[in-house]
């Protein structure tokens, strides 16, 4: 069972979200937050699987609530931005936060079940819009950066492993794809992970983004 947390200004959103979540067999919503500080809070005492969590909302922005969430030692929640924002520097903070999904309050009701899915199986989720977001960023700051591919050192299965990761792709797909086990791919994308010195999956493919890997 997925243990979920709300955390969102408006009420009627989170009763829409709460009323979504109950037809889903295996989620449950274990607890509602109406700013950031309350959601940091809930977090805290309901230990969530994950957590929905809103950027702007008041008294503790969302940004800085999912930040404090992922700091935590594991087992920690894991944090789902959804937004109705995609500017660019509201991406990039959430995404330096080190959250684990990025989702539009625009996506389909679908999307924000398979992507709640997603990430409490460990996997990250960004939304296409915030994937272009983060290659049109990438273009403006300039050509590739050849040096900081190469010093990476990443293997031909590692590097095969971080453009599935960059396309949006989950462990399971990029087994099924790969032709290899689960284990092997989190292998894999463990070992990546700290030739990047990336914290985790969303940071890897962010610098896979700014340094041009993607269009190699």
Known sequence: MIRVLLADDDALVRGGLRALLAAEPGIVVVGEAANGRDAVAAARAQRPDVVVLDIRMPVQDGTSAGREIVSWPPPRPRVLVLTTFDHDEVVDDAVAAGVDGFLLKRATPEQLVAGIRTVAAGDALIAPAVTRRLLEAAARRGP?????????????????????????????????????????????????????????????????YRTGFTGR
């Open 144 to 208: 590739a950066d050849p040096a900081a591919v190469a010093a990476a050192r990443l293997t031909e299965r590692e590097a095969e492993v971080l453009r599935a990761l960059a396309a949006g792709k989950s462990n399971a797909e990029i087994a099924r794809a790969m032709f290899i086990s689960l284990e092997t791919v989190k292998s894999h994308v463990k070992s990546l992970l700290g030739k990047l010195g990336a914290r985790d999956r969303t940071q890897a493919v962010v610098w896979a």
